[in-house]
């Protein structure tokens, strides 16, 4: 199977969609070129003294090879410890799918930011709607508020919640 049908079976059944209600910690990244969005969330637990990931969930405003990583990554997150997560690169992220093309590299990117954003436990950039202001750009609200958004040119797709 080639890398784009690898992606179409990936969002078939993508694996962990949908915000995580009990989570320790979340993280946000939007790239300002495309409009996508990608939040992850982590669970921790501990296992012989180390703090691990328990279960990492995503939702994707964005486009399909955004979500076919990050299913894929938060199965890949599972029982690695922090320190193993932070050494994972969005080429290892997205490795399941094969190289993916030089356009598509940033999606993977994406998922490995809100990885990152999300093991610094950086929830702040969850912000309440009356905070969210448009300079915080780089939050979901903040992108939701943004001028692209309000003209139009962002697509929210709604995950199921
Ligand atoms: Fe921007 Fe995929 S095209 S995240």
Redesign the pocket.
Known sequence: MNTEDKIQDAIANPQNMGEMTDADSVGTVG?P??G?MVRMWLKFSEKDGKKVIDRASFQSF??Q??IAVASMATEMLKGKSVEEAEALESTDLSEPLGPLPPM?L??GE?VEGALRAALKGDSEDCPEPAEASAASSNTLLGDMNAPAMKSGRLKVVKLDE
């Open positions: 790239n070129e495309c996508d964005g486009c090879t955004a598509k940033h999606c994406m």
